[in-house]
């Protein structure tokens, strides 16, 4: 059994949650963490003062960006950076990331309470807090491969939403110093199907 890695001492004084860290820029609701939402806000901010989505601190020399084939294809990460010893906890407390997360929830929190029930407060801000990152376009759809990139800070630069300012992400489009593979892209159902026929045809199924 595989033990994960320790919560780094950057993050000793960091609020917990069911045990884990909760990441600084979370979505953070009535109290409760809302983990794999991004506060919109926070995450603003990590972007724009170079600050790590974990502990909060800024970025040193170096950071990684988490990646997918979507991002790298759009040019930019769309989750702030983090430490390089930050990152072996978060890949491995992140059910996405350390690849027990099949499938992007459901539902958006865009519509519903985190909690999964109605939100009842008409006040509540919780929808215009989350940000875009909680992409419906994902919702329901198996998970994609997730690639960690290791960027010198000097290489950092935002990009940031056409005709504004407002920071959508971590450009990518710079030297890489270097690419780790996080987790495979889950398999979607007929890909599953054609694999389980393919293995029944090859006799490798019980």
């Given amino acids: 059994m595989t033990t994960a890695p320790a919560i780094p001492e950057r993050c000793s004084a960091r609020p917990r949650s069911g045990g884990l860290v909760v990441p600084y820029v979370s979505l953070i609701h009535n109290g409760h963490a809302v983990f794999g939402s991004l506060d919109r806000a926070r995450t603003h901010q990590a972007f724009l003062d170079r600050l790590c989505q974990l502990c909060g601190d800024p970025l040193n020399e170096r950071f990684i960006a988490v990646v997918r084939p979507a991002d790298a294809a759009h040019g930019y990460s769309p989750e702030p950076g983090i430490h390089p010893e ?121």
Avoid: F
């Avoid at 906890?89 to 992140?94: E, F, M, P, Q, T």
């Avoid at 593979?181 to 159902?189: M, P, S, V």
């Fill in 86 to 206: 930050c990152h072996p906890y978060a890949a491995s407390s992140c059910p996405m990331l350390n690849g027990t997360a099949s499938r992007y929830r459901a539902r958006s929190v865009m519509a519903t309470h985190p909690a999964g029930r109605p939100c009842a407060d008409p006040t509540c801000p919780c929808p215009s807090q989350t940000a875009a990152a909680d992409s419906s376009a994902r919702l329901g759809r198996p998970a994609d491969r997730y690639e960690a990139w290791m960027i010198d800070s000097r290489n950092y630069r935002i990009i940031a939403a056409e005709g504004t300012k407002r920071p959508v992400g971590i450009d990518v489009n710079v030297p890489i110093l270097r690419k780790r593979i996080l987790r495979e892209a889950a398999l979607g159902d007929e890909e599953t199907k054609l694999l389980n026929l393919l293995q029944a045809a090859l006799g490798l199924t019980d």
